[in-house]
């Protein structure tokens, strides 16, 4: 993943100036980026192999996604988009047994490691997209969520791959697809421009209201927001990350 400023400067001091755009353009962003790092272990492998196609969402291609057929026992349906490691999503999964959570992660390794968890903490209420997020999320049905998570996407730093970011008009339109009134939108980075891009949008979103009134809003990680060892590592090498959420009205 690709860094940009660590000035240290106040992450949600919004500016609008010509270097970050918030485009009104709805334009719909491709899939950019690796999708595979080192070789699978064998037991990753393994469950590739087994457990993928048990616990794998429908291809969107075949159509619109029936969730209540998918998760027959949940009682609210969540989705991250690029779960990295799973470790986020799996905590969620165990904690809320009737929720049905949806994870879409591109590459390889992250969805190994998310099979490990799922296998290793027996959690019976996840489905795996593997593959690119986008052509999932229009299959998706409307309303259906009550959260959506966007933990750390690439920020996608040179001016000339701003189109890449996954956070862009088009998204928060799905989003606000999505969601059920009142649901949450939950973004997380540790790129000080990346924070300011998403605010940017977000404030030509009529649909969403960020709900931080104080700085400790941002700053300080909720409870029920686990870190992930990439956070960990983020504050360890001085980018402290900025927790924003966002209300659908």
């Not at 750390?152 to 862009?168: A, G, L, Q």
């Amino acid at each position: 993943m690709g860094r940009a400023d660590q000035s240290g400067e106040d992450p949600v001091t919004l500016r609008s100036d010509a270097d970050h755009p918030a485009s009104k353009d709805a334009y719909i962003p491709l899939l950019y980026g690796r999708s595979k790092g080192h070789s699978l272990r064998s037991n990753h492998q393994r469950l590739m192999a087994e457990l993928l196609p048990r616990v794998a969402m429908p291809a969107p291609e075949k159509g619109p996604i029936d969730l209540a057929a998918l998760f027959p026992q949940a009682e609210e349906f969540e989705l991250e988009v690029g779960f990295g490691g799973g470790e986020h999503l799996a905590w969620h999964a165990g904690q809320r047994p009737k929720t049905g959570y949806i994870g879409a992660e591109p590459f390889l390794n992250g969805v190994a490691k998310l099979l490990q968890h799922i296998e290793k903490e027996g959690l019976s209420n996840i489905r795996v997209h593997h593959g690119d997020a986008r052509p999932l999320i229009e299959a998706l049905p409307s309303g259906a969520f009550s959260r959506i998570f966007v933990l750390h996407p690439d920020p996608w730093p040179k001016k000339r791959h701003y189109k890449r970011r996954m956070i862009s008009p088009w998204f928060f339109v799905q989003a606000a697809r999505l969601l059920e009134s009142g649901g949450a939108l939950r973004v997380a980075s540790d790129i000080p421009d990346y924070v300011r891009w998403t605010l940017m949008h977000a404030q030509q979103a009529p649909a969403f209201e960020w709900t931080a009134t104080r700085a400790a809003d941002w700053r300080e990680r909720p409870a029920d927001w686990p870190q992930t060892r990439y956070e960990a590592k983020a504050i360890k090498e001085g980018r402290p990350p900025a927790y924003l959420e966002f209300r659908r009205t």
